[in-house]
């Protein structure tokens, strides 16, 4: 439940990301709250747009609060999947995009407590194996993806995805962005047919090009049951990729340091507790790989994804 928030705040929500699990704890309740405390507000967005910086970069924690930016301050009640947001008296001047991304962590808050992880990962499904790739910006997720699709295979999500275990206790791993987004580089990876329905967008001023899951049904898939984890690391030395079989120690290790830590910290050690078996099962039930992606995923990449997904599941 949000209240508060404005229908176009809701709205962005909606068109930014896909519908959380129905296991999400129903008593869930996120607050705005108009006025609240703080410094005199400016925009953190018209601060970060011009260096390209996200307004995370102003994220601060004091005490039990996590203070997004001067005069806005997200307060998570620990232990409970409650929260509260308030925000200085002058809220004209909240950006959508700032508005989507409060709202994108208190929904991850909410998972949180019912046992889901939100994980900055991909995950794609080729020739019937599942995989769930692992790593920072930039280290190429969105092109393997795109490579995915080059070859056949359909896409999960290519930067957030939602961990959780099924009825049985199985990973499963669910898609909580509702586009796929490609820069210059991966953009011409893409199937020609598939070309013809982007959509070109500007992030904090650079060109990018979604692919919206309505518009291109057959190259999404909601969630799939992971069976590799890869920890993926972009090497542009190499032409083309090495992999090496991690412990469950490490895999895990990857796992988390792909997590929002807010959740996984000792200050909300219910969260941590909810949280912890499901990356647990996952390593354990699941291979994990480092691989160290060159630069033949750009200029053979068909063939390169289908010897990689080849090699992680002998």
């Not at 709202?103 to 020739?127: N, Q």
């Not at 194996?129 to 795109?146: E, H």
């Not at 796992?255 to 996984?264: D, K, N, R, V």
């Given at each position: 439940?949000?209240?508060?928030?404005?229908?176009?705040?809701?709205?962005?929500?909606?068109?930014?990301?896909?519908?959380?699990?129905?296991?999400?704890?129903?008593?869930?309740?996120?607050r705005v709250v108009f006025g609240g405390g703080g410094a005199p507000y400016r925009t953190a967005v018209d601060r970060a747009s011009p260096t390209r910086r996200p307004f995370q970069r102003y994220l601060r924690r004091k005490n039990e609060d996590l203070v997004l930016m001067p005069g806005c301050r997200l307060h998570f009640v620990p232990g409970r999947p409650e929260a509260l947001l308030e925000i200085r008296a002058r809220v004209s001047r909240v950006d959508g995009f700032v508005l989507t991304s409060?709202?994108?962590?208190?929904?991850?808050?909410?998972?949180?407590?019912?046992?889901?992880?939100?994980?900055?990962?991909?995950?794609?499904?080729?020739?019937?194996?599942?995989?769930?790739?692992?790593?920072?910006?930039?280290?190429?997720?969105?092109?393997?993806?795109?490579?995915?699709?080059?070859?056949?295979?359909?896409?999960?999500?290519?930067?957030?995805?939602?961990?959780?275990?099924?009825?049985?206790?199985?990973?499963?791993?669910?898609?909580?962005?509702?586009?796929?987004?490609?820069?210059?580089?991966?953009?011409?990876?893409?199937?020609?047919?598939?070309?013809?329905?982007?959509?070109?967008?500007?992030?904090?001023?650079?060109?990018?090009?979604?692919?919206?899951?309505?518009?291109?049904?057959?190259?999404?898939?909601?969630?799939?049951?992971?069976?590799?984890?890869?920890?993926?690391?972009?090497?542009?030395?190499?032409?083309?990729?090495?992999?090496?079989?991690?412990?469950?120690?490490?895999?895990?290790?990857?796992?988390?340091?792909?997590?929002?830590?807010?959740?996984?910290?000792?200050?909300?050690?219910?969260?941590?507790?909810?949280?912890?078996?499901?990356?647990?099962?996952?390593?354990?039930?699941?291979?994990?790989?480092?691989?160290?992606?060159?630069?033949?995923?750009?200029?053979?990449?068909?063939?390169?994804?289908?010897?990689?997904?080849?090699?992680?599941?002998?």
């Amino acid at each position: 439940m949000l209240e508060g928030f404005s229908e176009e705040a809701l709205g962005g929500l909606r068109a930014f990301m896909v519908r959380a699990p129905a296991e999400v704890p129903g008593a869930s309740v996120y607050r705005v709250v108009f006025g609240g405390g703080g410094a005199p507000y400016r925009t953190a967005v018209d601060r970060a747009s011009p260096t390209r910086r996200p307004f995370q970069r102003y994220l601060r924690r004091k005490n039990e609060d996590l203070v997004l930016m001067p005069g806005c301050r997200l307060h998570f009640v620990p232990g409970r999947p409650e929260a509260l947001l308030e925000i200085r008296a002058r809220v004209s001047r909240v950006d959508g995009f700032v508005l989507t991304s409060l709202l994108e962590l208190a929904l991850t808050h909410a998972l949180a407590m019912g046992g889901y992880v939100v994980s900055h990962a991909a995950a794609f499904e080729l020739d019937g194996v599942a995989v769930l790739a692992v790593g920072p910006t930039r280290a190429g997720k969105s092109t393997l993806c795109a490579s995915v699709l080059a070859a056949g295979g359909a896409v999960v999500s290519d930067d957030s995805v939602i961990l959780g275990l099924d009825r049985a206790g199985a990973p499963v791993v669910g898609a909580l962005r509702r586009n796929f987004w490609l820069r210059d580089g991966s953009v011409d990876l893409l199937p020609g047919e598939l070309r013809p329905v982007l959509r070109e967008s500007d992030s904090f001023g650079e060109k990018r090009w979604g692919l919206d899951r309505e518009a291109s049904p057959r190259c999404f898939r909601p969630a799939a049951g992971p069976h590799a984890i890869v920890l993926l690391r972009r090497d542009r030395r190499l032409r083309d990729f090495r992999f090496r079989k991690l412990s469950a120690a490490d895999g895990l290790v990857g796992l988390i340091l792909a997590t929002s830590s807010l959740y996984l910290s000792s200050r909300y050690p219910i969260e941590q507790e909810r949280c912890m078996p499901t990356l647990t099962r996952l390593v354990e039930g699941v291979p994990c790989f480092e691989v160290r992606m060159g630069r033949a995923l750009v200029e053979d990449p068909v063939e390169t994804v289908l010897r990689l997904v080849e090699g992680v599941c002998r």
